[in-house]
């Protein structure tokens, strides 16, 4: 196994209204990815205008973010437990989490519901306590409330040594201190590059990427989109994907997508340790995994419900 040092694959989890998009676009802003121009025009365009301009589908719930020498890919869950199976769909595409508390309301239910999936996931977690600028916020209560959730839930030694980060996600700030509220979101980029390890890969191994969600557009028919767990994956490639009975079956990749801020942008390869959304697998299903056409090696299927297409 080898670690890619260079990725960051978390997913970002929270109540509903702690704040999740507003850090996730300061995280953004501050990142140099993008000129604030291009941001700004990004957020207020509907995706469905951006679609019909490019004939891409945009998923938006994940975005990639260039920080130095590193791309910090930041899964969106929804916080609500009707989205269960999409959670855990997505949690195991990632290798930690930052699991953001209103330094104000403190933990509530959803905080509970999707802390304890990523805790059951082994993943690795860092505290965001967020609007540490509102009046009546009070973080170290909050923190003692988030200790509290993490050994009610078991977590395990590792876990429950989580780095905090205080922010306030409207100023763009972050500090590790909560008496100070810092100038920018360097704090949390930091232990996010600390604490959250890179994805253990297997570069020289045939490739194999499990699919984990799937999305359709007109043009380009299903996309899957995954995690490349082993080797690499390039376009016009033939491809064996071992169906979810065993079948295999033969394909040819068409189309290859990376991401890059919350675009969908067009790669030619991508290696272990990325995620992709690939086109040209017609009747692809979450839970199946693509692999070298003389490999056909599935991963194990995931224990979780199919999700319904997303019609764009
Ligand atoms: P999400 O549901 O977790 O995505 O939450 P949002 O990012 O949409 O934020 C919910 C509300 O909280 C919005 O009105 C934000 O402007 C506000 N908010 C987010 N972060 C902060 C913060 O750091 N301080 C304050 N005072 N408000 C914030």
């Not at 957020?43 to 791309?71: F, H, M, P, W």
């Not at 030694?157 to 920018?184: H, I, W």
């Not at 557009?217 to 016009?236: E, F, H, K, Q, T």
């Not at 979810?244 to 040819?252: E, F």
């Amino acid at each position: 196994m080898n670690v890619r040092t260079d990725r960051r694959n978390i997913a970002i989890i929270a109540h509903v209204d702690h704040g999740k998009t507003t850090l996730v676009d300061q995280l953004l802003k501050q990142s140099g990815a993008f000129k604030a121009h291009e941001q700004i025009e990004e957020r207020v365009l509907d995706s469905n205008d951006l679609e019909r301009e490019r004939g891409i589908t945009i998923l938006a719930k994940n975005t990639a973010i260039q920080y130095g020498d590193y791309v910090i890919n930041i899964l969106d869950t929804p916080g609500h437990a009707d989205f269960s199976g999409e959670v855990e769909r997505i949690l195991k595409m990632v290798d930690g989490v930052l699991l953001v508390v209103d330094a104000v309301e403190g933990c509530m239910p959803q905080t509970r519901f999707v802390l304890k999936k990523a805790l059951e996931n082994k993943l690795a977690p860092v505290v965001v306590v967020n609007k540490i600028d509102r009046e009546q916020a009070r973080p170290l209560e909050v923190v003692d409330e988030v200790l509290d959730l993490f050994i009610d839930l078991g977590a395990d030694e590792n876990q429950l040594d989580f780095p905090v980060v205080y922010t306030s996600a409207l100023a763009g700030t972050s500090s590790l201190d909560p008496a100070s509220q810092g100038e920018d979101m360097q704090a949390l980029f930091e232990a996010i590059i600390e604490h959250i390890p890179g994805p253990q890969v297997e570069l020289d191994k045939p490739l194999q990427c499990q699919v984990t969600m799937l999305d359709y557009n007109d043009y380009l028919g299903r996309i899957a989109i995954g995690r490349i767990y082993r080797g690499a994956l390039s376009v016009n490639e033939p491809v064996a994907v071992v169906k979810r009975d065993g079948q295999v079956q033969r394909a040819r990749i068409t189309k290859l997508f990376g991401f890059l801020g919350l675009k969908r942008v067009e790669i030619e390869t991508a290696q272990a340790g990325d995620i992709v959304a690939i086109a040209g697998l017609e009747d692809i299903n979450v839970g199946e995994t693509v692999c070298a056409p003389d490999h056909p090696d599935p991963l194990p299927l995931l224990d979780i419900e199919e999700p319904t297409l997303k019609m764009t």
